[in-house]
């Protein structure tokens, strides 16, 4: 069965401390994996997608990076206005049409 | 406005009422989703289109039925609301590969 799992569930930071979102996947085929943004009461703003292993993608203090099992989503000298729920998601080869599973999330507070 | 709209933004129905949610996107993306969105369950797949009157299962379709006579329409429909449907709804839309864009979500609460 094809499963997204993220850690930590929440994650507390102070500002400037950088840190690592975990997202491991099992999935029969990897299309591609994608990273989304999430703040409290709006929909998922999507951040990167990484296609194959080794391949990694930045925007400001965020850089995405996967392996064979798994993607982190590191974050740089984090600002409060970086505190949002991250989402991981995969899209499977035996998924109809573009489909995506997604993890649960973490939840990262920056405080100042 | 170029983007992807759902309405409405809250909505409260009573158990065993009908309710339709609407989405309507603006680039002409052949897929559509729809997800719903639980504390502890994250986002879970109710239906999806790949193109005008072409739909098919998710993960969780029971009780959700959807049409979508024309590319930027895909509205969900509730036939018979129960109180374990009350969820936060997201609609997405999407060219394969591309990553989703998604909607700012209906919070639909069954008393």
């Known amino acids: 069965e094809d499963q997204v799992t993220q850690s930590p569930e929440a994650l507390r930071l102070q500002e400037g401390e950088s840190s690592s979102l975990n997202c491991s996947y099992t999935v029969s085929g990897l299309r591609g994996l994608f990273w989304y943004r999430q703040d409290p009461g709006k ?5 990167f997608t990484l296609y194959s292993a080794g391949e990694e993608k930045e925007k400001e203090r965020l850089k995405a990076t996967l392996t064979k099992k798994e993607s982190f989503l590191h974050i ?13 998601a995969v899209q499977a080869a035996n998924q109809a049409g573009t489909a ?11 405080s100042s | 406005d170029a983007g992807i709209t759902q309405s409405p933004r809250y909505k409260i ?9 609407m989405c309507h996107q603006t680039w002409s993306h052949s897929y ?12 879970r ?8 009157d072409i739909t098919d299962k998710g993960e969780v379709p029971d009780g959700y039925v959807v049409s979508r006579s024309k590319t930027e329409n895909f509205p969900l429909t509730l036939e018979s609301a129960t109180r374990s449907q009350t969820s936060v709804y ?9 990553g989703y864009t998604f909607g700012s979500g209906t919070r639909l609460t069954v008393v």
């Open chain 1, 43 to 47: 929909g998922p703003e999507f951040l």
């Open chain 1, 76 to 88: 740089t000298a984090p600002k409060p206005e970086d505190s949002a729920t991250y989402l991981c």
């Open chain 1, 100 to 110: 995506l599973i997604f993890g649960k999330g973490t939840t990262l507070s920056v």
């Open chain 2, 13 to 21: 129905t009573e158990t065993g009422r009908q309710v339709t949610l």
């Open chain 2, 32 to 43: 559509m989703f729809w997800y719903r969105q639980d504390l502890g369950h994250g986002l």
């Open chain 2, 45 to 52: 797949l109710i239906y999806y289109s790949a193109a005008a």
């Open chain 2, 90 to 98: 997201f609609c997405a839309s999407s060219e394969d590969r591309l």
